[in-house]
């Protein structure tokens, strides 16, 4: 490794060369079976045909132009986003944390629209909103908060999957305008709320009898990977702000905050912006990952796919104290045991497989939406003795 980079990542001593579905391969030529997707952004796995002609006939037109001319590319993405989502405007960024710097901008201008001086956003424990100040100061993690202080101020935390405990601020609080929240927690656990479809409408009528505004996080969750294209839409139920990134272009970065109803209306002219933001090249990516989605039927794969992966793994640990709980929303999937597994990583990847470890003890996959049955069986068998002898082995 460089001498020149700063150290802000463990990074695994491995290097891909190319890959191909859901496949990688390193320097020397051994094969991975990647159920990490970059983190949820190679939705479409490595090299999808699709994908690749958008973006080269786009490179060739033009790569990027400033937000101050029209872009076609970026209407028709708008266009696309709010008819998926069933809400109506979009800006346009890089990433997730920029998403959300968005919607927290976003939710405190409408708060001193409506005259409160110090708004405020509930958040929740155990949340990941990003590592830009006010995102971090958002995320429910003291270990990555340390350091950073003085926070930004202006959010309150409630426990994740508590309705009561927003009922209760809402009692006393004044100052909330906006509730931010992932319907399913990634960075946390993969953390599921016991009836989303329950827990999303309680919030919805929170909000509604306040005036606050339902702020979904849908960085990680959305974009087919929980079976519906937005993970809110396992109810009938639409937030004001929607917050996307990660596979929006399948790898070329792109961010956006989606608003509805008088929501997407607070930002005027000057009151936000971004130099790369919705540029061309980014814009033709996501149009190809959404008509992809669409056309291949991803989001009945992933939620099949995920599920019959959920199912094994329940199978094959029915009898494996260690093993807590296996849960899974499509394919975001968690196998939490009961000890730190951090080591996991490097296991599965001298098996041949790319994992990751969250909340310490938790294994996360994240596989491409386009794994086949043949590839989840790989990863099963790959990973099921893997974590059996960690268990074994491993002093707990
Ligand atoms: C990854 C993630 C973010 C941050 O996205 P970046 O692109 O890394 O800034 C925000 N929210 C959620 C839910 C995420 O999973």
Not at 278 to 293: S, V
Request: glycine share 10%.
């Amino acid at each position: 490794m460089s001498q020149h980079l700063m150290n802000t990542y463990n990074r695994q001593p491995v290097t891909f060369a190319r890959g191909e579905g859901v496949w990688l391969w390193d320097q020397h030529g051994k094969r991975y079976l990647d159920a990490l997707s970059g983190v949820a952004v190679n939705g479409l796995g490595h090299a999808h045909p699709k994908l690749l002609a958008a973006i080269n006939a786009q490179a060739a037109r033009m790569i990027h132009v400033s937000n101050i001319y029209q872009i076609a590319e970026q209407a028709a993405l708008a266009d696309k986003l709010c008819a998926v989502a069933g809400m109506d405007k979009v800006f346009f960024c890089n990433s997730g944390c920029e998403a959300n710097e968005a919607a927290i901008k976003l939710a405190r201008l409408y708060g001193h629209q409506r005259g409160i001086e110090n708004p405020e956003i509930i958040v929740m424990e155990r949340a990941f909103h990003g590592r830009t100040m006010a995102t971090l100061s958002a995320t429910g993690n003291r270990k990555a908060q340390a350091g950073f202080e003085p926070l930004v101020s202006g959010f309150v935390r409630v426990p994740f999957d508590d309705l009561d405990a927003v009922e209760q601020i809402a009692a006393h609080n004044k100052n909330v305008v906006a509730v931010l929240v992932e319907p399913v927690q990634g960075e946390g656990g993969i953390n599921i709320p016991h009836d989303v479809a329950a827990y999303l409408q309680g919030l919805r009528r929170i909000c509604d009898r306040h005036g606050w505004l339902l702020m979904v996080d849908e960085v990680q969750s959305g974009i087919g990977r929980t079976g519906t294209w937005f993970a809110f839409q396992h109810t009938a139920i639409v937030p004001d702000v929607m917050t996307l990134a990660k596979g929006l272009g399948s790898g070329v970065p792109i961010g956006a905050c989606v608003a509805h109803g008088a929501a997407a209306d607070v930002f005027s002219y000057g009151k936000h912006g971004s130099t790369f933001g919705g540029n061309p090249l980014a814009c033709a990516a996501a149009l190809a990952t959404l008509d992809a989605i669409a056309e291949d039927k991803l989001r009945e794969n992933a939620q099949q796919q995920g599920d019959w992966i959920r199912e094994q793994f329940l199978q094959a640990f029915k009898d494996v104290p260690g093993v807590l709980k296996v849960r899974n929303a499509g394919l975001m999937i968690g196998i939490e045991l009961d000890r730190p597994c951090g080591e996991l990583v490097a296991q599965a990847l001298e098996a041949g497989a790319l994992i990751n470890v969250t909340a310490d003890s938790v294994v996360r996959l994240l596989p491409s939406l386009i794994i086949q049955r043949a590839e989840a069986a790989q990863l099963v068998a790959i990973l099921v003795p893997l974590i059996k002898q960690f268990l074994t082995v491993g002093a707990k």
